[in-house]
């Protein structure tokens, strides 16, 4: 079985750079698509980028295109989140997520294995 644990958030100032981490203690992510999610209070949990393991396929929320970057290595077996150029809208409690896929999935109900969720504060 998969299971993903996080690392990585924190609180910074605007236009600061964080990387997520997500590892995994079970199978590797090979035949898998892996995601990373994002929620703030009262709202409904979103994608914000998404990975194919085996073709290094990816996608990205509008709202980070540009700033955030999806990778994977397999050596770790870990998928991180590189986030650049934060904005104080980028503050939300964020989920990495994996499920046996070759294609890209885009919903919270989609994916199977879901990690712990770590907290990413913005700062104006």
């Known amino acids: 079985q998969v299971q993903l644990v996080q690392s990585g958030g924190g609180l910074v100032q605007a236009g600061d750079s964080l990387r997520l981490s997500c590892a995994a203690s079970?199978?590797?992510?090979?035949?898998?698509?892996m995601g990373w999610f994002r929620q703030v209070p009262g709202k409904e949990r979103d994608i914000v980028a998404a990975i194919i393991w085996s073709s290094g396929s990816t996608y990205y929320a509008d709202s980070v295109k540009g700033r955030f970057t999806i990778s994977g290595d397999n050596a770790k077996n870990t998928v991180y989140l590189q986030m650049n150029s934060l904005k104080p809208e980028d503050t939300a409690v964020y989920y990495c997520a994996a499920v046996r896929s070759y294609v890209i999935k885009f919903r919270e109900g989609e994916y199977d294995y879901w990690g712990q969720g770590t907290q990413v504060t913005v700062s104006s």
């Open positions: 079970g199978r590797p992510f090979t035949r898998y698509a």
